[in-house]
T-cell receptor, first 112, second 112 residues
Framework: DGGITQSPKYLFRKEGQNVTLSCEQNLNHDAMYWYRQDPGQGLRLIYYSQIVNDFQKGDIAEGYSVSREKKESFPLTVTSAQKNPTAFYLC???????????FGQGTRLTVV | GEDVEQSLFLSVREGDSSVINCTYTDSSSTYLYWYKQEPGAGLQLLTYIFSNMDMKQDQRLTVLLNKKDKHLSLRIADTQTGDSAIYFCAERSGGGADGLTFGKGTHLIIQP
């Protein structure tokens, strides 16, 4: 079955630690995205990538980093510089020339 | 920058029609979408409409686009308890793969 897989579903992090969220897709999509969702805030774009080994900052990239070494993988690292990392993180992918984005099931990150 | 606005809550009785409204500011929006999010889950693409269309119907869903007023609506006929979710309006400008701009989501509450 084709789709986007995010792992883990729940993640707990101590303050001051970096943590990496996984996103894998087998849809052969060129573009991949990371969004952050906070209650009542909708979705905000963190980073996106249109091609392997290239990525661009979104609206709220500070405190986050990404890599795109493989087409199917786009991991997101939440660094200790992110002041308020507790949120629901959603990964998405789309073909470059197409009109829609498909989402994973999300990772809920909680800082303890 | 682009902005997408939605009301936060809508309450309807089971069996009635639900109409969720959305306004956007980017006149260059070429694609507009409706996504559904159930608790703790990712976003599911419900339907989409191109900016050169006025209406699109897909089973119980009807999308209306008023490009002049930059107003998009989603009508769900015969609303059921399974329709209870958050509905996000989103837009994409041009053909770029730089992500979607989302509204904050409308909580659809179904009354028995």
């Amino acid at each position: 079955d084709g789709g986007i897989t995010q792992s883990p579903k729940y993640l707990f992090r101590k303050e001051g630690q970096n943590v990496t969220l996984s996103c894998e897709q087998n849809l052969n999509h060129d573009a991949m995205y990371w969004y952050r969702q906070d209650p009542g805030q909708g979705l905000r774009l963190i980073y996106y990538s249109q091609i392997v080994n290239d990525f661009q900052k979104g609206d709220i990239a500070e405190g986050y980093s990404v890599s795109r070494e493989k087409k199917e993988s786009f991991p997101l690292t939440v660094t200790s510089a992110q002041k308020n990392p507790t949120a629901f993180y959603l990964c998405a992918s789309s073909p470059l020339s197409q009109w829609s984005a498909f989402f994973g099931q999300g990772t809920r990150l909680t800082v303890v | 920058g682009e902005d997408v606005e939605q009301s936060l809550f809508l309450s309807v009785r089971e069996g009635d029609s639900s109409v969720i409204n959305c306004t956007y500011t980017d006149s260059s929006s070429t694609y507009l979408y409706w996504y559904k999010q159930e608790p703790g889950a990712g976003l599911q693409l419900l339907t989409y409409i191109f900016s050169n269309m006025d209406m699109k119907q897909d089973q119980r869903l009807t999308v209306l686009l008023n490009k002049k007023d930059k107003h998009l609506s989603l009508r769900i006929a015969d609303t059921q308890t399974g329709d209870s979710a958050i509905y996000f309006c989103a837009e994409r400008s041009g053909g770029g793969a730089d992500g979607l701009t989302f509204g904050k989501g409308t909580h659809l509450i179904i009354q028995p």
